[in-house]
């Protein structure tokens, strides 16, 4: 059986869930992960042989002074990474090595320029970002893009992203995240009485998500319907921001700040709720979506979707079949959305149902893996 090594520099931090998914889903692949730091070891157990710790390199001083300054080497050169992680890889007979996120790719740029074997890398959304501070990296994230034997992305618009950045077509291929419907199977629910309707968003709190708009929309929303509520599932940066825009708006406890929920209670949440929303947006530093992992196990159990026209959410949500679509930042839009479900009769649970169906046909894990390790033959294939 082949091998393909995983690596990702922290393994693997809450939100990654998907990456665990599809590293644990492989069936003709053996794998192992290669990581700087083990975190979350209680959400992503791994066999004992299924983790490599990369050591901490100690080099000789001269002979780093001599790489750095003279020789012109570059980090991961100088500070003897180089060296370690081939060794580590030969010792474990990897046959392809699979380099999670664009960033980590760019930093392992000058492995992958020497090692004789097959490398894919793959990009999720913000790691197509370039670095107004340091212009030297987007040159290195094209060249890495020349050097990789396959890019992997999430979705059509970050596939364009990387074309703009100058990837060979024949070289990028589609990695949709796999979904396990086992794990999120469809719930048949009825239109909530009195009004009562139960809107959920579950992301990181940052500002790609699109969080203050959602509350401005439901706010409005609120007034035709009082008996409403959103929660909201998540941590990250801009709780308090959030918690103080919830008090500004007088939402009283309509809004509640759930944190990080684990899969069995996510998906509870889930069940509970009518109506999933993220009304994501590009950041002044174009960070941009792939297609969100919560939004596709929302929409497995059933969840319509309120979203917005950014970055890979059109082609998981069919607009005006599994859910509503605006332009980013319309928060007037997202509010004609909320009206629109929960007035026009019959528009929610057809969505429902087709919600639940688009995931069984198009975002199903095993499928998803089974492309996914035919990039891995391919690849070993092109450097027999």
């Known amino acids: 059986m082949p091998v393909v090594a995983s690596y990702c520099t922290t393994f693997l931090k809450p939100e990654m869930l998907h ?149 060979d077509p024949d070289r990028l291929r589609l990695n949709r995240t796999g979904i396990p419907l086992d794990q999120f199977p469809e719930v048949k629910r009825t239109e909530p009485a009195n009004g009562a309707w139960k809107l959920v968003q579950a992301c990181r709190l940052i500002e790609k998500k699109g969080l203050d708009d959602a509350i401005h929309a439901f706010a409005r929303f609120r007034q ?79 969840l319509p979707v309120l979203a917005t026209q950014h970055g890979g959410i059109p082609e998981a949500v069919r607009a005006g079949v599994t859910g509503l679509l605006v332009a980013e930042r319309d928060v007037e839009g997202l509010h004609h959305g909320l009206e629109r479900f929960a007035g026009e009769p019959g528009l929610w649970s057809l969505m429902s149902a087709a919600a639940a169906e688009d995931m069984r046909q198009n975002f199903e894990r095993n499928a998803q893996i089974a492309k996914l390790e035919a990039v891995y033959d391919e690849a070993m294939a092109r450097h027999a």
């Open 224 to 302: 035709s319907y009082p008996a409403a509520t959103f929660t909201i599932a998540g941590e990250g940066p801009l709780l308090n921001q959030l918690t103080s825009l919830c008090a500004q708006l007088q939402l009283g406890d309509s809004v509640r700040f759930a944190g990080f929920l684990k899969g069995g209670e996510l998906r509870a949440l889930y069940e509970q709720s009518h109506l999933f929303v993220h009304p994501s947006r590009i950041t002044s530093d174009q960070n941009q979506e792939g297609i969100p992992n919560s939004m596709l196990e929302a929409m497995a159990t059933g």
């Open 19 to 167: 990456i665990y998914r599809q590293i644990t889903g492989l069936q003709r692949w053996k794998t192992f992960v290669v990581t700087k730091e083990r975190q979350c070891e209680d959400l992503y157990p791994m066999p004992p042989d299924g983790i490599e710790i990369a050591p901490v390199v100690r080099s000789n001083f001269i002979r780093r002074f001599w790489l750095k300054y003279i020789r012109r080497q570059p980090p991961i050169v100088y500070r003897g990474e180089y060296g370690v992680l081939a060794k580590l890889l030969e010792r474990r007979h990897a046959d392809v090595l699979h380099v999670y996120f664009g960033h980590t790719g760019v930093h392992l740029l000058p492995f992958l320029e020497h090692w004789p074997r097959a490398s894919v890398v793959s990009f999720h959304g913000m790691d197509v970002q370039t670095r107004a501070h340091d212009p030297s990296y987007e040159v290195r994230l094209r060249q890495l893009l020349k050097t990789t034997t396959f890019v992997l992305a999430r979705s059509h618009s970050l596939q364009q992203r990387l074309l703009d950045l100058g990837c």
